[in-house]
């Protein structure tokens, strides 16, 4: 079991120092995390704009199934369907969304982790 621990310890420090040589100053590893947000970023600007296109296209099945809220069994069944396939794509781009946004946080938090961890290699005047 020492050995196991010993092992471990010396697999974590050169793990820390190969971070400290791919990131030799705060402001590469800030390059580094801008760079990965801002991939989810675009992402979730896609996700958003697809979701503004399918609440477009709410408005006007909305508008069609307008002549049948009386009685929605009567609307025709390929409205009925595009209803519901609308409805079923707008819970997707609100998960894809969440996933997105949680992959931004956790990101942040392994380039927070990171951080805390390199400042030790960092000199002041890289901060």
Do not use: C
Not at 62 to 74: C, D, H, I, Q, T
């Amino acid at each position: 079991k020492e050995a196991e621990e010993r092992y471990r310890a010396n697999d974590d420090k050169r793990r820390e120092r190969a971070l400290a040589v791919r990131f030799p100053t705060k402001a590469a590893h800030d390059a580094e995390r801008a760079e990965s947000v801002d991939g989810v970023k675009a992402q979730i600007k896609l996700v958003q704009e697809r979701r503004k296109q399918l609440l477009a296209d709410r408005e006007q099945l909305n508008l069609e199934f307008e002549f049948y809220k009386n009685n929605p069994s009567k609307a025709p069944q390929s409205l009925q369907v595009r209803l519901a396939t609308n409805t079923e794509e707008l819970k997707e781009t609100d998960d894809q969304q969440a996933a997105l946004n949680d992959d931004v946080k956790r990101t942040n938090q392994r380039f927070d982790t990171e951080a805390q961890m390199l400042k030790q290699y960092w000199t002041p005047a890289s901060k």
